[in-house]
């Protein structure tokens, strides 16, 4: 997969390679995309934010578009691709103000 098969707040179902290179089914929130990878918190796991290869990526199944008001907010300087530069994984909080969170 490439940068622009994904969107920025939408999320998506896909079938993607784990870290031992296995392929594992995945539902993700992507925050940013950037050129070589994207940050995306897993919905049916850990909720870790995560910075993941767009090769790691084998299909997507489904996408599904979030409205502006259900939302996750993270701060703009925890997403900062500068940010993501040594790291491949960070523990983050996020609310979205609509779901009283």
Request: aromatic residues 14%.
């Amino acid at each position: 997969m490439e940068k622009s098969d994904f969107k920025q707040d939408t999320r998506y179902t896909v079938t993607w390679r784990d870290g031992n290179g296995k392929l594992r089914p995945g539902n993700f929130y992507v925050y940013r995309v950037y050129e070589k990878f994207m940050i995306a918190r897993m919905t049916d796991k850990s909720g870790l934010l995560l910075k993941i290869p767009y090769e790691d990526i084998v299909k997507i199944v489904k996408e599904f578009p979030v409205d502006k008001q259900d939302q996750f907010y993270i701060p703009a300087a925890v997403l900062d691709e500068k940010a993501w530069k040594d790291r491949s994984v960070m523990e983050r909080y996020s609310s979205s103000p609509h779901m009283g969170k």
